[in-house]
């Protein structure tokens, strides 16, 4: 240049708030795949979110129990508290870390398309911007309702939920999937629910809520996961938080109940899950342990196999070490942690993650990751990489394979 | 190296800010105290939108002298610039993370010539 001055120009988005476009808010992440040059592999996010209270009203009205019906009607017009009859913790207020991580506090964007659900529109935008094939949706706040002080309310909320997701979400979009709740506090309510959407369009499995105090080996549950085996239906188990335990309630902050929270309830499942032999009783289901991160895995291997080899008369179902279960599991990779890469690096060796883990947004939560965080681990292969991006998913869930990947 | 045109110094308010983007490459300038900083719209945690998050000052927690906790408050003085992605923070001033010195962000130098802003690019 003459002058030896470059022109420039501004960005459309100054700063991201709660009103910022999805596309806009995850753009960098776009912009990685063009250049790092797998934004043509097949991606696949086995774990997202879509905030079902803001449908509330709409969701409430598939509720089958008339006086539930009736007390949720009454609580829509109550102000000043989270919808009546769900398990909103306040606590769950601090997540956006006091608004500095917007997309947490509310996704307030506009949306013209009347066509489709608002929450259909969301999710084709987060996945255009992740650059993803599939999406494995979940719902927000009744991922706390296994804590539900009525079991008949979380019943009759997973049946209406699931009910308003199979009309209103799944039919609108091919690539949007679930594992749907079902409600362990009311085994019959299971049975209903398997047998009622297990051929819905969208269904690809079913997902216990992790945060629940009832030992999920218990004799109530065998029949449901003998149907689930017999069905073909994964299982997961998608952890979350609670401040209510007694443990959680000596933490008086948000971090510090999060960061144990979302590991202890899996650990705990996992354990009576292995030690009363459950993969040896359903060899054939296919179990997911969703976003307790993966830093956990090789502490419950180690932990397991050195307590069982010394007390193997406690837990005589069991043919081989207990790793050797948890390495026949599935996991997604949400909240991945890399502040130690070496410590990560034996932790995918140890769970043979090239085969078991699944890649996982969490969108639009605030410790989401974008695909990018699997792509750039300095250890794995290409293969590694597009296994735990998409492969393994597609052939966990059987998906159809993207056309043209 | 080039002289990237970025504004008006008359245009930045205090803790105001100009996210631009040259040659693929994105750049955060910011006015804070009377000076310019500025700053790749990287985070180095997982590449999200630094320069697009929120300006807050640091949070700090206040010691009595017998070391008990008092709680939380401002720092009058620490400006934090807030990843929008995931929250890491950083100073505003320095680029760098308060609890983790090797997480900084890439810098560029500004310079101010006649009323107008540049980034050496």
């Not at chain 1, 120009?9 to 795949?33: G, H, M, N, W």
């Not at chain 1, 979009?173 to 049975?191: A, F």
């Not at chain 1, 040896?280 to 307590?307: C, H, V, Y």
Request: with cysteine; glycine share 6%.
């Amino acid at each position: 240049m003459d002058s030896g001055i470059e022109k420039t120009k501004e960005l459309p988005v100054q700063e991201i708030t709660i009103d910022t476009d999805t596309r806009d808010i995850l753009a960098r992440e776009t912009k990685y795949q063009k250049e790092k040059g797998f934004a043509d592999w097949p991606i696949v996010d086995i774990d997202a979110h879509h905030s079902e209270m803001t449908s509330w009203r709409q969701v409430i009205e598939y509720i089958e129990d008339p006086i539930l019906l009736h007390y949720a009607r009454e609580f829509q017009s109550r102000t000043g508290g989270a919808p009546g009859l769900s398990n909103h913790t306040p606590g769950l207020r601090y997540q956006d870390a006091g608004g500095r991580i917007p997309h947490q506090q509310q996704i307030a964007e506009p949306v013209d398309d009347k066509s489709v659900h608002r929450d259909v529109t969301l999710v084709r935008r987060s996945m255009q911007a992740l650059g993803l094939d599939y999406q494995v949706l979940f719902p927000g706040n009744l991922l706390q309702l296994g804590t539900h002080p009525q079991p008949r309310v979380e019943a009759h909320l997973a049946l209406a939920y699931n009910r308003w997701v199979c009309d209103t979400i799944l039919p609108e979009d091919d690539r949007i999937k679930t594992l749907l709740y079902m409600p362990l506090g009311e085994p019959e309510m299971c049975h209903r629910i398997i047998d009622e959407f297990s051929e819905r369009k969208g269904v690809v499995g079913f997902m216990i809520t992790s945060v629940r105090f009832k030992p999920v080996h218990h004799n109530s549950y065998i029949p449901i996961y003998r149907k689930l085996e017999e069905r073909n239906l994964p299982l997961a188990f998608h952890a979350g938080l609670t401040w209510t335990d007694e443990w959680t309630k000596q933490t008086d902050l948000f971090i510090s109940m999060h960061a144990i929270s979302f590991v202890l309830c899996n650990i705990v499942h996992m354990t009576n899950w292995i030690i009363h032999g459950l993969p040896e009783r359903f060899p054939n289901l296919k179990t997911i342990w969703i976003e307790s991160g993966l830093a956990w895995l090789p502490f419950m291997m180690q932990r397991l196999d050195s307590e069982y080899q010394m007390r193997p008369s406690e837990a005589p179902l069991l043919k081989k070490l207990p790793s050797d279960y948890i390495r026949e599991m599935y996991f997604s990779s949400q909240p991945i942690e890399t502040s130690n890469m070496k410590l990560t690096e034996a932790t995918f060796d140890a769970m043979n993650a090239s085969s078991q883990l699944m890649y996982a947004s969490d969108w639009p939560h605030w410790d989401f990751n974008a695909p990018s965080t699997i792509y750039d681990l300095p250890f794995l292969d290409e293969q590694a990489k597009r296994n735990i991006l998409g492969e393994n998913a597609l052939r966990v869930f059987n998906l159809d394979r993207p056309a043209g990947k | 190296m080039v002289k990237v045109f970025v504004g008006a110094e008359s245009d930045f308010e205090d803790r105001g800010r100009r996210v631009i983007e040259y040659n693929d490459t994105e750049i955060g300038v910011f006015f804070v105290d009377g000076e310019f900083f500025a700053y790749e719209n990287k985070c180095v945690h997982q590449g999200g939108p630094i320069c697009q998050g929120r300006i807050l000052n640091r949070v700090v927690e206040v010691l009595a002298d017998d070391r008990t906790s008092q709680g939380l408050t401002w720092d009058e003085e620490d400006v934090h610039i807030v990843c929008p992605w995931h929250g890491y923070e950083f100073n505003i001033k320095t680029g760098i993370h308060p609890g983790n010195k090797n997480a900084r962000l890439r810098r560029f130098e500004v310079s101010v010539e006649g009323g107008e802003v540049y980034v050496d690019v």
